[in-house]
């Protein structure tokens, strides 16, 4: 009996040590067959050819994509996809999708022009066709893949950091068509440039995408000018958008480069943060009305009070039984 104790404590031990012991992290770039590539600005980590496993896309000098695909045992072979400029460090902003359900996800990235470019994956996943957008020759600060029409076609969104931004629809076949009509940015009373960020998520949980826009204007001092005030586009429900950042306190008006969505305080539901330019990281905390939270309470004490009048049902009943 006492070795037994002793192995308890032993391995109780070796628990708690084990538990409280300090995580570290190992270098293994040699997992990377190609380790020379410096990917600039432009990265993303993704199950590119849908086999359950994360790939990692880099642009080499922000315009040459490689493919890192992991294959066994955590090894990676590189792919070379394709060439988006001859111009140095080129994109400014990329974005992964699968466009054309071909089984291997396409690469869009775009700049300070000529066009947005698209490398269309082969169904082979062993190259890529370089494809430009008509109509695309904007400065591009940042670009989002999402179904926006959920029409089960990935569809593309840029922001346009000297004018308003774009949607491009996918007609199905992989196509990307502007459209004019599925969002009207003209919200701010100026030429509601100064877009530089962009997160597409369903914020308010009501079961569709919605859009938020980090606006920078340099040059623009003014914190009241619509070219550096966040925007939020609310989905109804029917793909109706509805600019009401204000309504929701996420109007910001510092000089915003990013933002994304994420539960930091763990309640279930979606808080901000905002990284700005000109001012101090901002984390905004979503917080439920009180009116919500009465009700939500009364609903819970009635379910409690209903389990505890059917528990003394069936105790009296029980009660009955035996006395009979």
Known sequence: MKKLYTLLFVTSLLISTGINAQVTFKNQNVKLTNGTIKSGNCVAVVDWNFDGLDDIIRLDDGRICYVDVQRTNN?????????FSSTAGWAWGMTVADLDHNGFMDVAAGAYGPAVRILMTDSAGTSATL????NSNFFVQNMTFADFDNDGWVDLFVCDDNAMSHIFINNGTGTLVESSTTINFDVTGTDDSGNYGSVWTDFDNDGDLDLYIAKCRQGVTNPADGRRINVMFVNDGNNNFTEDAAAYNINV?????TASFGDIDNDGDLDLLVTNHDHASQILKMTVPDIILILLTIVVLMFLISLLLKAQWRILTMMDLLIC
């Not at 090894?75 to 060439?83: A, E, K, N, R, S």
């Not at 008006?253 to 480069?257: D, E, H, L, V, Y």
């Open 75 to 83: 090894q990676f072979q590189t792919i070379y996809l394709g060439t």
């Open 131 to 134: 494809v430009s957008i008509p």
């Open 253 to 257: 008006g510092w000089q915003t480069w």
